[in-house]
């Protein structure tokens, strides 16, 4: 079946710091992948995505790149704030699970000022 | 705004109660879900359904129940059976045609339920 390993937290970082969020993932086919982002007492937003091999999700200054070659998706930004601490779930979707969403275990981040 | 309230934020309830949580959508969207998050384990799937008096169960059914009589509405009842009960509840919704091979499976949340059982 499906299943998205990602990175384990907490991961903590000054801000201005350069974030790199490792996701791995096994799957038939050629699934959706996904990174929602959940900020403290909150539900989940979508933060990017990405529907196919070599597409790049990208938002707020976060980037993912689609590796079909290394089954990764790993989140990236070049400069986090304060404002970025949050959990954050990697997360893929396919036929093979009747494209019901199949999340990695999230990754704590927070920046200090 | 469209969007998927949940209700309440928080409950308390004793052992041995059942609980029912709300959650409505105004996105006119076919399939709904709900989801347990507990510390370090990610979002678990509890039930969902892809279309009015249809749903399903997910990986971790027991000890809960659902129903879907309207769209907008996929209510979770906690029962006395779940032994361990004490998580985060989070409602979720997608486009029906987003969950099939041209879509991305992309849904969207609520701002959940905390359940606490005393």
């Known amino acids: 079946g499906n299943s998205v390993t990602q990175m384990e937290g907490p991961v903590t970082l000054s801000e201005e710091a350069f974030l790199t969020i490792n996701c791995t993932y096994t799957a038939t086919g050629y699934p959706s992948l996904f990174w929602y982002v959940q900020y403290p007492g909150e539900g989940l937003q979508l933060l990017l995505k990405?529907?196919?091999?070599?597409d790049k999700g990208s938002n707020k200054g976060f980037e993912a790149t689609y590796r079909k070659e290394t089954t990764s998706f790993h989140l990236e930004k070049g400069s986090v704030q304060v404002s970025d601490s949050a959990v954050y779930f990697c997360a893929l979707s396919g036929r093979s699970s009747n494209y019901k969403l199949t999340f990695g275990k999230g990754t704590l981040l927070t920046v200090n000022p | 705004d469209g969007g998927i309230t949940q209700s309440p934020k928080y409950l308390f309830r004793k052992e041995g109660q059942n609980v029912t949580l709300s959650c409505e959508q105004n996105l006119n969207h076919d399939a709904m879900y709900w989801y347990r998050q507990d510390p370090g384990q990610g979002l678990r799937l509890i039930y969902y359904s892809q279309i009015v008096n249809d749903f399903q169960k997910g990986d971790i059914a027991e000890g809960y129940s659902v129903s879907r009589e309207k769209k907008e509405s996929f209510p979770l009842t906690v029962t006395s059976a779940q032994k361990n009960p004490t998580a985060f509840y989070l409602c979720?919704?997608?486009?029906?045609?987003?969950?099939?091979?041209?879509?991305?499976?992309?849904?969207?949340f609520g701002e959940g339920s905390r359940l606490t059982v005393l």
């Open positions: 990405a529907t196919k091999a070599d």
């Open positions: 979720a919704s997608s486009i029906q045609e987003d969950r099939g091979p041209m879509g991305t499976g992309e849904l969207f």
